[in-house]
């Protein structure tokens, strides 16, 4: 059960060449800088980009190799373009309808329920030169979703959403893929929304694969690229222990040591969930202060320490098997005298950890 | 009173059939234009084939030859012992020149440019990005063509099936040729007119001039109402 | 033992064709199709092999061909009518004789309409008639050739041409004047007929073939402007 | 060999003249066609005036009538004392009809149909958008129609040009009735070609409907080959 | 010096409808969720929503009143487009020579300056189809400030690309602004990018505006939806006090009693620089920690506390004259048994500070 690809593309000064194998299932994070070839992959997989030579094989079907081109409306795929493409000569409903009648599955939802989730129930009768640019890609996602493809390919769908508007998207996205196991293919330049509904992660730059895996792995491992960033973040795995429903707050498991607490969590007790802890939301303190607002304060082991720009450094910090980074100045560092090895306590401002934990799969 | 008394009297049954004709040809010719047209553009609007000027070209060339001569070469093609009149025949047609289906294909070889390259430029400034959109969808090539090529070509079908229609009714040195203007069956509203000039029945002339343009007029504008396109793309919100 | 023929005839003709048409079908049980265009798209249409069962041409040149390459009835060829040629002037009432037409070709500006002396029998006899008169030099740059006599005439009664060499038949009913050009100055118009192939079983041609060299459709023909022997 | 020999023979110094002319007729007329064209065809694409279809319809009229007889027409309204006749004078020409100037007039109100269809369907399809973001670059009417929208029009305006011009080389009827037939200022090879035809002249017209035919496809080919539109918009990278 | 509106614009179930004066120099940013009307305020200021009602006054010209109607070329503007709208038949360089040719003032950078800056100098030769969506959106803003307009419209222009690359852009256009005044409104929904960059902001929901003034004032008070959402956050003001170049820090004063550390600004000494400080990085101490990698530790009093929702709370801190805000969880505050006029102890996570703030004009 994978995606396998070997493609080889070149277009002028552009050549994508990668060789690897994406898991099937879950969401699967396409990272890179702008013209990094995101787009194009995307394309390449879909059977758009005919002329690339490669392989590709999805599952137990061969899609492409020497011999065979399945064609695009074949490979039962959805794709949210970058560009929304609604029809124009079809409202909002038309379009809905033209992706819901030529659906690849019986099982998927209803263009009622999707039009619900993306808010778009108000437009059906607009035409596609009558929605905001917001408004046109919620339709273009609305119609992928109604193909009930076999996987689905998203090209920066939130990209002209806001905030919430988007994360109310991504929480219906990921209960769809609960009901209904699709895997994603999912482009983003925004690190946060990735973490949050990604398992596996690839980073493209200039057409080459410069690094898969998954994606709690790939987050906190320092030689990354990815952790130098502004937003660089440890994702850690728990599970829910019990909801204090007073407070609004869940406690949390992370390993038989540490305990975390939580903006109430929507799983159920003994769930699995996925946590995104921003490093520069971790602080380091010597010993465990009792009159600060910060709630949780974990014990644990600093593991490595690398410099990453003039004035800051990361640390990173170990718990039981899990890993916590932590941006300080080295100001900070030079201050609490921090070395490799030595113990301290990892302080994580409750408020600030994501209450939208993608679960396992 | 006088005039509609003269109109009566110039109707004659003979230009009454010739009205009948002129409307077959044409409804018929157009038709088939579009049918005929519509792959022929499909295919010049994206074939990657060197010679695809050398094809444009061709559909053109029924244009720089004079009416009556394309007419007189269809007129030898035609013939009962040449290939195309063996193959009518084998087909079990009867003799084809000065035949109603001699008219219907002599029409729609004259007017095929003015079908096709309105086709084909409608074909061409059609977003391929669309296409690719509904293919994600499952929709196959034919699929395609119905549900999006189609109805966004439709700027370009109403201007096929207009300058066609209107090429075909006032067509003449062609149909004159092949047709052999028999009352009934080849004569058409254009020739009966042409005839009127000649004859210089000019009053006779200047009213069935007269109403061929306000049917006419009247027809197109019709047809030219349907044509809308614009009103889908309202100023500067398109994405494509 | 009615029958329907189809006469195709040369364009310049049908009028009085229509009018010899009316008074056969009156006086037979036939019906009679008229079919007009130029003699040479006839002759093309009848070697393609239109179904005409009788062709009034304007000359005598292609029914005499159609009979040598075997499309007409060997032997069925006859004048039926001889065309004369007369001087139109724009506007309408001016003075029509040989020597207004030299002075107009000399110190006037208008044009000369003739029909193609290449195509058209008439523009031929036009041709003839002013070679005759020695004024073909003189009337080189003025002329305008028409594609056939209608257009000719047209082009002076739309004022567009001063002058114009027409078919009599054309004028001599209209309150225009004219000059007739006496007919040694051309080489008689002879307009033959002749029965073709596709009719020669055809009762009502061959009816109709006989009835135009009787002596009222002679007289018809006259009527019209056109000169038929006895 | 003998073919040679024949060809030359059959090319007279009126059959060059006559080329001659028609080449001249079909270039200016196709350049007139393009300059009345485009305006008409701009604004058509663009006005909400409710009577556009019926503008339109109007554009299309000419169509409909057989040549001769608008050739007919056109002669009783170049006559010197009509008021057009009148006012050529007055403007200092001298008599139209039966002039160079009278074909031209006559074929491009003849050919405009085939110009203004192509190019307000290109007008149509171009995105405003665009316009939009010239005019916010400080790009004003004039200036956005030669620097967008002329570039990209350019597969209607080609189409406008060879459609004008294939249809003025075979154009016949019209210019047979007001121009006169006159050897190297009127007479052009459509008419020659024809009185070939008429006069039997078979082996005369084959070789010059031939020659016409292969010229032609020679210069139509040309121009489509600068019809590249497509190569811009690679496909599905397109956002308007 | 100002830029008054009063618009009335009726499209089918929508309506904009506001009146008021956007100061015409600094960032105005405009935002508001999908759909608000952000693009078509846009649009009409620019000249290009003809039909619409109204006045519109940019300084001392007349744009449009019930007898006047400067068209859009005439206005000296510069836009970009929530798409790109690059024109297809030019390349790159074409593009750009397009706006440079055009260009309304003398002053502005050139070509080569803005190719640089925006990362396309290797792109000229490409044509729009050939570009991936981040790069059409660079060459976009290149045309748009080879306009040299009297200002500059911009329709969420970093909307499809990633965040350094959105930060570069964001650097130049400071720097540019600095150089040559140009008032600029900018519409986004990203409420981090507008608070980096905007001085003033103008808050749309269904076609109305909602809240106009100061980005400072609007971003700390309670009352509004802005603070309530994740990104909730405080823009404060302060003054460089000076560099410690080992560290790479700048010390900087809030107030007479108030310091702050921060990652190396690039500002002067004694300059003013405006600082975003996110409600959730900021935790409260009742003492004054000194064993902990938190450098900032502010003396303040709460002003004012709100529940923002089940498990959460949002303080408002007052320093002398400004004011922080700091979101904590019910627990927390219940622990510390917070209330109004209360003295504590803000802690601020010196690394978690914005080091690109934009002066004060
Ligand atoms: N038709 C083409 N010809 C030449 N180069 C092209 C073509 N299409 C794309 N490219 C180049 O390929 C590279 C990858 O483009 P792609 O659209 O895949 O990038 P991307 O990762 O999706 O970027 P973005 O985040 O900006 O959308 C770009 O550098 C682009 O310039
Ligand atoms: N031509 C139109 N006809 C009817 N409604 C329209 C038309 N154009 C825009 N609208 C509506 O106007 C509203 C505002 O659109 P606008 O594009 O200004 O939103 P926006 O704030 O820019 O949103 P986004 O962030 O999604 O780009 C939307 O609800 C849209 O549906
Ligand atoms: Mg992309
Ligand atoms: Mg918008």
Redesign the pocket.
């Known amino acids: 059960m994978s995606l396998q690809l070997d493609v080889d593309l070149q277009r002028d000064d552009f050549q994508l060449q990668l060789t690897g194998t994406l898991p099937s299932d879950g969401v699967t994070a396409i990272y890179g800088p702008s013209g990094a070839g995101k787009t194009t992959l995307l394309r390449w997989i879909a059977g758009l980009e005919k002329s690339a030579a490669g392989e590709l094989r999805f599952r137990d079907e061969v899609w492409q190799d020497h011999q065979r081109f399945i064609p695009t409306h074949q490979r039962q795929i959805a794709y949210v373009f970058q560009d929304a493409r609604l029809f124009p000569h079809l409202n909002v409903e038309g379009n809905l309808a033209y992706a819901y009648q030529r659906r690849f599955n019986q099982q998927g939802p209803s263009p009622t329920q999707v039009g619900d989730w993306l808010g778009i129930t108000a ?1 059906l009768a ?1 035409f596609p ?7 046109q890609q919620r339709v273009a996602i609305a119609r992928a979703l109604l193909s009930s493809p076999k996987i689905l390919l998203m090209d920066e769908p939130l990209g ?1 959403l806001d905030k919430p508007a988007g994360q109310k998207i991504l929480h219906h996205l990921q209960a769809l893929r609960q009901h209904i196991n699709i895997p994603v293919l999912y482009v983003s330049h925004d690190i946060e929304e990735l973490s949050r509904i990604a398992q596996h992660l690839l980073i493209l730059e200039q057409g080459r694969m410069i690094e898969q895996g998954a994606l709690m792995d790939l987050c906190s491992r320092l030689e990354l690229s990815l952790s130098h960033e502004e937003n660089a973040a440890s994702v850690i795995s728990a599970s829910i222990l019990n909801h204090d429903t007073h407070y609004g707050l869940s406690e949390l498991a992370i390993d038989s040591s540490h305990r975390l607490f939580l903006a109430a969590s929507p799983g159920e007790i003994n769930d699995n969930i996925r946590l995104r802890i921003p490093a520069r939301d971790v602080s380091i303190a010597l010993s465990a202060s009792t009159d600060s607002s910060i709630l949780n304060i974990l014990p644990c082991t600093i593991d490595s320490i690398e410099q990453t720009g003039e004035s800051r450094i990361l640390v990173r910090l170990k718990l039981e098997q899990q890993f916590l980074l932590a941006r300080l100045t080295k100001k900070s560092a030079d201050k609490l005298q921090l070395a490799v090895g030595q113990r301290v306590y990892a302080q994580i401002k409750t408020a600030a950890l994501l209450n939208e934990g993608s679960p396992h799969e | 009173m006088r005039s509609l008394i003269e109109m009566n009297s110039m109707l004659s049954a003979a230009d009454l059939a010739a009205i009948v004709v002129t409307l077959k040809l044409a409804t018929i010719t157009t038709i088939i234009l579009l049918l005929v047209g519509l792959p022929i553009a499909w295919w010049l609007a994206n074939t990657r084939v060197r010679a695809k000027p050398l094809v444009e070209a061709i559909v053109a060339l029924p244009l720089v030859l004079p009416p009556t001569v394309l007419g007189f070469y269809l007129l030898l093609a035609f013939a009962p012992d040449s290939p195309v009149g063996q193959l009518w025949q084998y087909l079990g047609g009867e003799q084809l020149a000065f035949s109603f289906s001699a008219l219907v294909i002599g029409s729609v070889i004259y007017s095929l440019p003015f079908a096709v390259q309105p086709l084909q430029a409608s074909f061409e400034q059609l977003p391929k990005s669309l296409l690719e959109a509904a293919a994600t969808m499952g929709a196959n090539g034919r699929d395609q063509f119905f549900s999006i090529i189609l109805p966004l070509s439709r700027r370009g079908i109403i201007g096929a099936a207009s300058l066609g229609f209107a090429h075909t009714v006032g067509e003449f040195g062609v149909i004159l040729m092949i047709g052999g203007n028999i009352p009934g069956e080849t004569q058409v509203l254009s020739i009966a007119l042409y005839d009127r000039v000649e004859t210089l029945q000019y009053s006779s002339a200047h009213w069935m001039a007269g109403g061929l343009i306000v049917f006419s007029l009247l027809l197109l504008g019709f047809i030219y109402r349907f044509n809308k396109t614009a009103s889908l793309y ?1 100023a500067g ?1 398109v994405r494509s | 033992n009615a029958d329907t023929a189809t006469i195709a005839t040369a364009a310049n003709f049908k009028p009085t064709l229509q009018r010899l048409a009316a008074v056969f079908e009156q006086q037979t049980p036939h019906q009679l199709t008229l079919v007009g265009a130029s003699t040479g798209t006839l002759f093309n249409q009848i070697r393609q092999g239109a179904p005409f069962d009788l062709l009034l041409a304007a000359d005598s040149e292609r029914p005499a061909r159609l009979e040598q390459l075997g499309f007409a009835i060997a032997g069925s060829r006859f004048t039926y009518a001889e065309g004369r040629l007369a001087l139109i002037g724009y506007p309408a009432g001016r003075d029509l004789n040989p020597a207004s037409l030299r002075a107009e070709l000399t110190t006037g500006r208008g044009k000369l309409a003739i029909a193609n002396p290449n195509t058209a029998p008439y523009g031929l006899a036009a041709r003839q008639a002013l070679e005759a008169l020695a004024l073909w030099p003189l009337a080189q740059g003025r002329l305008v050739r028409a594609n056939n006599i209608a257009q000719a005439f047209q082009y002076v009664d739309s004022g567009n041409a001063s002058l114009g060499l027409v078919a009599y038949a054309q004028v001599i009913h209209s309150p225009r004047a004219h000059w007739l050009l006496p007919a040694r100055q051309y080489q008689p118009i002879r307009q033959q007929a002749i029965l073709l192939q596709f009719g020669h079983r055809n009762q009502a041609a061959i009816d109709f073939m006989h009835f135009l060299t009787s002596p009222p459709a002679k007289d018809i023909i006259r009527h019209h402007g056109y000169a038929v022997a006895d």
């Open positions: 437009l607009h030169g009558q929605l905001s640019s917001g408004q002209s | 309202p919100r």
